[in-house]
């Protein structure tokens, strides 16, 4: 529970509570040792052509690993994102969560119309 759900529920009872969430079909953990796994294949790769004198191929393999471990960081970043409304009797409160940022949106009365 954040601060911002103490303030709201403190104030007034809340008449409806919409949560959106991204599905997420794959654990924290899950994707560390996928990425592992892959960077392991990778290297073993690496491996037989650089045995075989074909160093070139060492910058390429750390390029390609580095760029997706930033792809999947991307990702992992935003996979937690959500969206919550609530109604109030005499408020909208919209509240966006985007890489762990909370933004709140409040719209009061004159624009809520139950």
Not at 70 to 86: G, L, N, P, S, W
Request: with cysteine.
């Amino acid at each position: 529970m954040n601060a911002s759900d103490d303030l709201l529920a403190d104030s007034e009872p809340v008449l409806k509570d919409w949560t959106m969430k991204r599905n997420c079909s794959i654990s924290p953990r899950q994707f560390v040792c996928f990425y592992a796994s892959l960077a392991l294949f990778s290297l073993a790769i690496l491996s037989c052509w650089f045995w075989s004198a074909a160093w070139l191929v060492l910058p390429f393999t750390g390029i390609e690993l580095l760029a997706v471990g930033i792809a999947f960081t991307i990702y992992a970043r935003h996979a937690v994102d959500y969206e919550r409304i609530r109604l109030f009797l005499h408020r909208l409160v919209i509240e966006p969560v985007s890489a762990e940022r909370l933004t709140q949106f409040e719209f009061t009365t004159r624009w809520v119309r139950i």
